[in-house]
């Protein structure tokens, strides 16, 4: 991987390169002018931002018409495609989703999407609430502040979500208001093979032939598709080699502000451990697979996650253990630090920030172990529903600024729809994974820890997870036609409170009621050393970079709404140039008839039909990163010209840094969208629906 | 983990630690003499080294009888349980296994002893031949010549092994001739359960209850026990904290001689990539598992390794990734750099050696993943096997000097020996594990890499796994009552020569041949630009060192014997005092009645009739490494008082450097050999023989 980076707008002076996932309300519309001539006006960014919408799981999304209609990729609708499989006994993710008059779009279980409605600068009142605060106590006091102030942003509505975001680390604190919207269809899912054609191997590479889309619609409370004052136009589907893009999406965590101490972490510690459990848990499911057809399809999302997340933190690793570009993220320290050492005002205020970072990630690593295996805690959704009826039910009885983070009341709402999401589970697979994970925890605790002598007693992790499954009735939850909870266990637990939990001897509840005591005292420890402290050093270190720096940057990727600039271009890539589109007919050729390189029946059927020289994928230098999966990618005039679905694997680095030579993001050209909805699929409706808006150009500020 | 490191011997003054694993005939006697009062004779070593063998598999053992008699570790006898279970139709492994006469003694299938016969010093030889040799020659002739010393000194004689070693990395060769012993039968094992009590979870930790011991027995051409000159006698069981011991084994490697260059990428590259694969692996085989009673006897060993594997370089990668522990090294090297650069002579011969060596490592990094892919090749042993026979076949048609190693003249014999061994083989394992490889192969080389469009082209990994083990005859293979290959279709292939193997379309066969060009060359570029300019360089170094510290050093581990020595010790840990030793009291306590914590109905029937205070396992400061398994630990008369088995988590980081306050060595007491032998198994022929041989002392100098 060459490696020549620029990291400019985090750490030195204003970026050259395409580079920044920037906020909206700082976005280097000059700069853009200066190399493109082209300059988007605060309704244009505007306009942008209210047509693109989140999926609270974890992915980015854009209204594409007036009626509800949301774009995402097929993998960020993965969970409610499995999840409608499970109800209905179908396998739509083998097999696609189309819903051919509006009333057969179905409701996705447990499914969000967040619109933003409002961002509130609160930094003032956040930095000045923990100003005279000792680290040790500095996470209570903030914890408290936030949630104070996202109790006052949503009041008793629990129809919004608000989220005080830390911006440059601890530069910027915003208040997030969205409006949390619930009732959400799948309209078009095109089968697993063509969506994800050539799998993991193909997994963020480039060139690449995937149709990794699906259709949502917003539905509202009157049960009838929402309308929407903002959406995006459809493109032409003309597009070219150099043409400027625009992606707008929320990616969802970066780590370039890290200091050299963090990074080491990362390199050294953090990410091979993680590694190394999740490439086993990948190894184990892809053998539970085996089991039968009927596990291999419900097992198959977590394969997905586990491979996906492999892929993308080896690549990760790899961009660390790279020594020039460690070097030149060290070099970009020693120079900042350089930078203020020569002004002696800096240096009294953050001169040992640095110093004092390293020393807080010693103690994250002396606790790293227990705190993953306490508190992050066995991978069972139903064991998360278990301990989550044990918190939740216990911290509503303490004043909002105490309780723990997930269960202030403004985020309660969210933990709701949660706990009594009717996505279906397997016992099956939830009793494998509770003993993979049981059997990790012992791993990392050790047999003589008191927790595993009390969990596991005279029994095998097997036996432990086998027991707690099949005795417990949390999976038992009645819901109406529209998914919305009515009754059975769960529910009564839930709304029973806490006499009611800590009456029930349900099997699941016990075994999380078994070491929720050392969870939380290992949380506590970590809250109070290392998460408060680290929280205090990094606004110093925000601080002195706005000091040094100025404040044309951009933060790290918080999961919330951004915007970066590219073009659409190839790159080289072990000394051949790489062409920035693919075709439908790449895609025929690159069939074997074997999966991943399968492609569906209907394509097959429909190859006569389609246009073989209909550009396929693309790739662009837009700065993105995981969380922008689903995002738009638009032209100058705002319209669609593609879905952003990957990046490529030179791309997994830009966790740390961005490199222009080489990163790019992997994108479905809209013009494919449109040839394999007409002629694959037959969805006019939905081909109408998304042209429709091209030529109304309604929306269009 | 606690890392006070001295790393003495090999890169600065002489070891004052109790550190190194030394040649017998480099044997630091007067320093042990000045620490311990007790200075080991010529004789004594001489006895102590004689009555060790080596397994040839990858463990260390020790004649305990003028029978023939051998004493090992289970895991180091588990591929003959394996096997001897596979053709019985039994789970040795599981029921433990005795020979009540010695006529019910089993023959090991594939399995073979080798006893040291000869050490000659060659060193003049093998550097002259390649003194003014360019460096993508050296490999080369450096084989050539090896391949000519080997073959000169073993000769047309089957019956030896002659291997020339390369010890401190080039800077001594020395050319091993051992006796092959073939006839090896079983003639004890205990269950696994106590064998290896505590598993995966308490393996490389200590306190232990382990009996992980077996015996089996050498016998000669006339098939009848062999009559030993040479053999340990057994001890009173008196052992106590400080005691003096020794141990004699084969450690595998370390790899305390490499420049900070080659740790970085241990710690960077080599290491997590092994890892991920390990682990993934582990995850796959712990789920194969689950398919039934039979598939989990026949996977457990592959299991086993797996798990052992990731434990022990996991531990490595931990120690690298300690920032102190790695400075260390680094001072180490740093101090080394400067000695040589203060002498002029010495800096113009050897000054650049070390960047040049950071070169090399650029030049592996960039082709590491072609060549484990292509040339370590798919894990399965018919696979292995077909390789075998098509390599073979052609090779022997070469010069002895051109042909790849393993197929010299003077390692036939052992390939021969792998290739005709009668060990069992699972279809249903191989398919599973040829088709986790060829998916790994992929993975690694690509999609579009040649090898994987021709290997499976229109099909997927497991369709081509499937039809590469249905399809094949490999396995089949005709042995009379001994284990001697007399038929079947692999052996008539290795009899036929070149035609013959040509003239096959086996499947499994037509596989190996699909990718053997691409996979030679790949060897063939490793070899020329990496591991001959590597060598090249090392023995440049190794000179260094022996100019700088002078001979008092011992070199990096090379599966030859060696003999360490230290004392009964517990160590220090989180703050609490380990001590040294465990009771048969202990196992009962540990005892929870699931596995891996269950102990086997023998124990629990038998305890009655135990002494409790028994001491069970201890740990001593002996300087040992995976290899060194099954060594026998004896006290100053050279009695045996211990069996090596494992080393304590903190030995783990012992690849790299040893550090006394923490390094441990594990092995069974020899008292709870005798009381379980006696007590639980009621083995009173075996106790005999090893009491005999305490009573007549016979064997002793």
Known sequence: MKKLMLLAALCAAPALADEGMWTFNNFPAAKVKAKYNFEPTKDWLDHLRLASVRIAGGCSASVVSPDGLVMTNHHCARECIEGLSG??????????????????????????????????DVTKKVQDATKDTPADKFNEVQKATLAGLEKECAGDNTEVRCEVVSLYRGGRYDLYKYARLQDIRLVFAPEDQIAFFGGDPDNFMFPRYDLDVSFIRIYGKDGKPMKMDHFLSWSDGSLKEGDLTFVAGNPG???????????????????PLTLYRTSELRGFVTQY????????????????????????????????????????????????RAKVKARPELEKQYGATWDNIAGIVKKLQAMRKEYNALEKGPDSELFKHARGLLRYSEEVTKPNGDRLKEYTDARLPQFKQQILSNAPMYDELETALLTFSLTKMREDLGPDHPVIKRVLGTRSP??????????SKLKDLKTDKTGNPIGGFRKELFDGGKAKVDASKDTMLELARAFDAE??????????EVEGPLKKQQELLAKARFAVYGDSIYPDATFTPRVSYGTVKGYEENGAQVKPFTTLAGAFERHTGADPFALPKSWMTAKPRLGMDVPFNFCSTNDIIGG????????QKGEVVGLVFDGNIQSLGGEYGFDESVNRTVSVHSAALIESLDKVYGAARLVTELKGSAATKAGQP
Do not use: M
């Open 628 to 635: 922008n999966s689903g995002s738009p990618v638009v032209n």
């Open 519 to 528: 969870a939380r005292a290992v949380r506590k420890r970590f809250e109070t």
């Open 462 to 471: 097997a036996e432990v997870a086998a027991a707690a499954v099949k005795g």
């Open 87 to 120: 109800l209905d006994k179908k396998d739509y993710n083998k097999d696609g989703f189309w819903a051919k008059a509006q009333t057969d779009e179905k409701r996705c279980p447990g499914y969000e999407l967040n619109q933003l409605q409002e961002i509130t």
């Open 289 to 336: 697979q085996e089991r039968g057809k009927e596990q291999k399809r419900h097992s198959n999302d977590v394969l997905f996650g586990a491979e996906n997340r492999f892929k993308a933190l080896k690549g990760r690793h790899a961009a660390l253990a790279d020594k020039n570009f460690f070097g030149l993220l060290a070099k970009n320290e020693a120079d900042f």
């Open 253 to 271: 965590g970066t780590s370039r502000g890290l200091t050299v101490a963090q990074l080491e972490d990362d390199r050294d510690y953090k990410l």
